[in-house]
Structures are given as C-alpha cells and as structure tokens.
C-alpha cells in the first residue's frame, strides 16, 4: 500500500529535481529515500523517474502521478487539520436553547457574541424552549446546551447544571398600578396581589423561586385570574392582570408602560444556569469555559438541580395552587 510518507518523498524530488537535495530537506539519508521511491514504483509497477548522470527527470507516468500525489497531501493535511479543530471543540454546530426569562440580553448576550467572535468556525442554531423540556431534550442527546434558571427539580441522569450569573429580581406591574409609583417595596406588600406566574408542582424555574421568596415573607402567593409562565407574562402584567418578580434583563425586552420596582428584602436574585450532559465532546466543553460556567455541577441542594426529584417547600397543606 502506498504510503504518505512515499507521496511526500516523491513530491519533494520532483520539486527540488534532485535526490539529495529532497533529502537534505527532509533531514533523512539519501539511500533510505531511494529505497523509499523505488518501493514506490514497485507498488505502481512504473518507473516514476528517469535516473540520469545530472539529475532524475520525471518519466509519462511520473509527470501524470505528480498533480494526483499534490492534491492528495493537500486532502490529508486539510483533513487533519479537520480532526484536530473538532477534536479541540473550535469548530462544529451547537444546539442552544433558552427559557422565557432567560433572553439572550446583557451580558449573556456580550459572552455569546463573544465565543462566535473568537470562535468562527462554529455554528449555531438557538431556540426557545421551558426548562424541563430542555433538560428532556439533552437528556436524549437532541440538545447540546441549555440556557435557564434555577431552581430546576426534575432528575435527568447523566446530565449536569452549572451556574453562570446572578441577577436582581425585580416587582414588575403596570403603569397604573397602585405601586408604580414606589421607588423601593417589601415583599409583605405583594401579600394581596395577584400574582400572573405561579409554580407548578413539579417544575422550577422562576415561579418557583418568586413562590419561595413570597414564602419567606409569610404568605403564598395569590394567583391571578390569568397566568402565564412564558414571556406573555409582561403583556398580562401591561394589561393589569397581576403582578410578577422577573429578573433584571427582563426590562430590556418588556413594554416601555411597565414599572420595574427594587425589592428591599434580602436574597432577591436569581441564577442563570448551563445545562448539558456530562459526556459533553469537546465543542460544548469549550463553550461552557467560554461563557464562564467553570463551577461544579450542582447537586443535592434545596432549590436546586438534585438528585431530590420534585421539591416539597411549595406543597403547603392550607394552600393547593399547584
């Protein structure tokens, strides 16, 4: 079987014409790269070049064999270099899909433009999708990463949480709103508001940390008349239905007539999380360094990505809204 190392050889006698200059170039004995060529045309059963007193000219067959040879090393260094740029995660596709409250914004949108900018050999297909449904799609391997936010319930093997940022959560209402007016407001305050996202039993995210926070302020919170846990929350919040905690990164997304009001209690924020399996190749590995997820997983904490399965805070005996 003809080798590279013998297509290299030949290329360089062709291209230098001389024996031994290709083999000072190539820093190895002339005698072992004439044994090499004659190996060569051996397998072809054809001379490749004409030895002369001067220097080899290249016979038909060698003059044919040339171009071919080329364009072969050319291939096999392309395809290398293919298998080394995957295997070091810079180039590929990715899968990345996001939850409502996590929009591609602020400084999650800067580190985003920041990885495609130093890594253009990536592409990237993103869409929009609830927690649990991204953690059921990584969890088939028909996903690559998951944007969302903590606390996340549901158990899926083999995959992994990782927290990016922390955030400020906000009161969200309506411009006429009896509170738009506040600069700054408790959480007690909110106890006879209707709230327009409430948790569900057996999923996270951020209705179930606002539900938490309502919790620590000594009542559960009101449901509205209408609710939402997508991003047509802000909409029903504009209309008047109720009011909602929402992140921060929100308000860069959210009609120009809501009011975003501080919260004085303390422990108001939220995480943003990455979500991907744990055999993760190198491209998703790369990814996660790039947008700054380096902490372990999480695991086996209240409120958060556990080995718990659904969480019990939200399950009061004198209240069933779940």
Known sequence: MISTRQL????????????????????????????QIKELESQLDTMLFERTARQPRLTAAGQAFLPRARTLLVDLEKAQRLARDVGQGVIGSLRLNHSSTVPLTGQLLTRLSGYLHAHPGVAMEIAQQSSEAQLAELAQDRLEVGLLRLPVLRQHQGLCVQPLFEEPLLLAVAE?????????????????????????????????????????????????????????????????????????????????????????????????????????????????????????????????????????PLTPHSHNPL
């Not at 000072?24 to 072992?32: C, H, M, N």
């Not at 919790?215 to 009101?222: L, Q, S, T």
């Open 8 to 35: 290299r050889y030949f290329v360089e006698i062709a291209e230098t014409g001389s024996f031994s200059a290709a083999a000072e170039r190539l820093f190895i004995a002339q005698s072992a790269l004439s044994r």
């Open 176 to 312: 006429d709103h009896a509170l738009a007016r506040e600069t700054s407001v408790c959480l007690a305050q909110l106890r006879d508001q209707p709230f327009i996202s409430i948790p569900h039993r057996q999923r996270g995210g951020l209705s179930y940390l606002s539900a938490e926070l309502c919790m620590g302020a000594g009542f559960f919170p009101k449901a509205a008349r209408v609710v939402s846990r997508k991003t047509t929350q802000l909409q029903l919040i504009q209309a008047g239905f109720g009011v909602a905690l929402l992140p921060q990164c929100m308000q860069e997304i959210a009609p120009p007539s809501l009011r975003f009001i501080t919260l004085a209690d303390e422990g108001c924020s939220s995480t943003v999380a990455l979500a991907c399996r744990r055999d993760a190749g190198p491209l998703v590995q790369q990814f996660i360094m790039h947008m700054g997820a380096a902490a372990p997983p999480i695991a086996g904490k209240a409120g958060s990505y556990s080995d718990q399965g659904t969480g019990g």
